[in-house]
């Protein structure tokens, strides 16, 4: 174990966070708040830290695959534990365990709150707090690796430890320069939101907030009633349908770039994907209909709904806890499955369900056809041992820890629709559940144990859980490699 180029790669990455926290502190100065010194404060701290840590490196340079878990897995919970400060040093959120567990689920892109009141909280803290969506929508090492030379060497192992799915890929041959062609699409992605919504009326800080969430899929708002304080159908729309974008994986639009439409019309995971949105949106539709004037408002309500829990993104427009049962079960079921991999939502993934569905089809062909040879493949190409193995092994770790989450969060003696929904949507990253947890509630009545395992929860469902469990395990602190 590297130990020494672990805490060199954390130093250089707190200091990135330090640079980070003037963007907020600039929105606090120009909007005249006294909350800025706040983020100066940290800034500095960080600054500190960086400048011990992060500016030497050491001899030995070289790190593998159980360095780059470790470092990712400590990057998140250090990020968010000084992100956490400046709420906490203004007042904005008093108690530190109620400012971790929002910065957790800002850098997640969960959305899930403790807030009851957000529109009296500075402009600059409600900046921050959306601009954490944005930072860890595509991953806080891969925004790191972007805008510093990090470590170019080792840059695989990290970017294998921190993106969403059962592989990651490279798009070009350096790590460093995939991670420049990511953020390029998605700051093009939100760029282009940014100016819709503005036509829509919004003023340039809700457009940039509101972009900021979507593109991390995340949801927080600076608006008590969400994206429902517009009611615009125009502001629904845009935002439906970049949740969707947001929601594909990146990759996709780097095929796009290079014009090979074929790939990405025949590509399995996004017909799935964009299969079960049609599916969900049409079900819900129909089944709403008597509640909405007209079946374009059953339409609108239905598809905004089904877009922010599919992709996580956990903006809401309705009150879906006075839906039907048969839609509240509908919207269940799609926090299950999630976005694509290779995007900034959560979930299980799409592939990851597509792969299982064929596998069960193998098993199944296998008993009727002893004999026969059957491959699985998705696109085209073969899913290899070691990937089945690690979707195998995801699966059972993810029930696993919902299993047990339950459990502990059950000890608030709140209703199981509560309790099972709350750590369904964190471990998810999705935002708001059922029941007392419902888009219109949140998670300030939860106990500190309680939001502590959320957080935890949300931080493997971000970081699909293998890293998390690694730096469980003795035998990585006993052990000398």
């Given at each position: 174990m590297n130990k020494r180029m672990i805490i060199y790669i954390l130093g250089k990455m707190l200091g990135v966070e330090g640079a980070v926290l003037l963007i907020p502190a600039l929105v606090s100065l120009i909007y005249g708040e006294k909350s800025g010194f706040a983020f100066l404060i940290v800034?500095?701290?960080?600054?500190?830290?960086?400048?011990?840590?992060?500016?030497k490196k050491p001899g030995c340079t070289r790190i593998y695959g159980k360095e780059g878990f470790v470092i990712v897995g400590l990057a998140w919970i250090l990020w968010s534990l000084f992100g956490a400060l400046p709420f906490f040093i203004t007042g904005s959120i008093p108690n530190y365990i109620d400012a971790f567990f929002e910065t957790v689920s800002g850098f997640t892109t969960t959305g899930s709150t403790i807030l009851k009141e957000i529109e009296s909280l500075p402009?600059?803290?409600?900046?921050?707090?959306?601009?954490?969506?944005?930072?860890?929508?595509?991953?806080?090492?891969?925004?790191?690796?972007?805008?510093?030379?990090?470590?170019?060497?080792?840059?695989?192992?990290?970017?294998?430890?921190?993106?969403?799915?059962?592989?990651?890929?490279?798009?070009?041959?350096?790590?460093?320069?995939?991670?420049t062609i990511l953020y390029g699409m998605y700051f093009v992605l939100t760029a282009v939101e940014v100016v819709l919504l503005m036509f829509g009326g919004m003023n340039l800080y809700d457009a940039l907030v509101h972009s900021f969430?979507?593109?991390?899929?995340?949801?927080?708002?600076?608006?008590?009633?969400?994206?429902?304080?517009?009611?615009?159908a125009y502001i629904d729309g845009?935002?439906?349908?970049?949740?969707?974008?947001?929601g594909v994986n990146f990759n996709l639009y780097f095929i796009l770039i290079l014009k090979d439409?074929?790939?990405?019309?025949?590509?399995?995971?996004?017909?799935?994907?964009?299969?079960?949105?049609?599916?969900?949106?049409?079900?819900?539709?129909?089944?709403?209909?008597?509640?909405?004037?007209?079946?374009?408002?059953?339409?609108?309500?239905?598809?905004?709904q089904v877009a922010s829990v599919i992709t996580t993104t956990g903006f809401y427009t309705a009150d879906y806890e006075l839906w039907p049962e048969l839609s509240k079960a509908v919207l269940l079921a799609i926090m299950f499955?999630?976005?694509?991999?290779?995007?900034?939502?959560?979930?299980?993934?799409?592939?990851?369900?597509?792969?299982?569905?064929?596998?069960?089809?193998?098993?199944?062909?296998?008993?009727?056809?002893?004999?026969?040879?059957?491959?699985?493949?998705?696109?085209?190409?073969?899913?290899?041992?070691?990937?089945?193995?690690?979707?195998?092994?995801?699966f059972a770790a993810y029930v696993f820890i919902l299993i047990i989450s339950v459990l502990i969060v059950s000890v608030d003696n709140f209703d199981f629709a509560t309790s099972f929904s709350g750590v369904l949507t964190t471990i998810n990253n999705v935002g708001p559940g059922i029941s007392k947890v419902g888009p219109v509630e949140n998670f300030y009545m939860f106990?500190?144990?309680?939001?502590?395992?959320?957080?935890?929860?949300?931080?493997?469902?971000?970081?699909?859980?293998i890293p998390y469990l690694l730096m469980l395990s003795p035998d990585l602190w006993r052990k000398r490699f």
């Open positions: 800034a500095a701290v960080l600054g500190g830290i960086f400048l011990v840590f992060g500016r402009m600059g803290i409600n900046f921050w707090r959306c601009l954490t969506h944005w930072i860890g929508g595509m991953g806080v090492l891969v925004f790191v690796m972007m805008i510093t030379s990090l470590d170019d060497e080792n840059a695989m192992p990290l970017m294998r430890a921190e993106m969403p799915g059962p592989e990651a890929d490279k798009l070009v041959p350096k790590a460093r320069h995939t991670a969430s979507t593109a991390g899929t995340g949801g927080f708002s600076n608006r008590n009633a969400s994206v429902s304080f517009y009611d615009s845009v935002i439906t349908v970049f949740m969707i974008l947001f439409w074929k790939s990405v019309l025949k590509n399995e995971e996004l017909r799935a994907y964009l299969g079960v949105i049609a599916a969900s949106i049409a079900v819900i539709t129909v089944n709403i209909l008597n509640i909405y004037e007209n079946v374009l408002h059953a339409f609108r309500y239905a598809s905004f499955i999630g976005a694509c991999a290779g995007s900034t939502g959560g979930g299980i993934k799409v592939c990851r369900f597509v792969i299982l569905c064929k596998s069960i089809r193998q098993e199944i062909r296998k008993i009727l056809h002893p004999n026969a040879v059957t491959v699985i493949k998705l696109n085209g190409k073969k899913v290899g041992q070691d990937t089945m193995r690690g979707i195998n092994v995801y106990s500190p144990l309680s939001k502590i395992v959320f957080c935890f929860d949300m931080l493997v469902g971000r970081l699909e859980i």
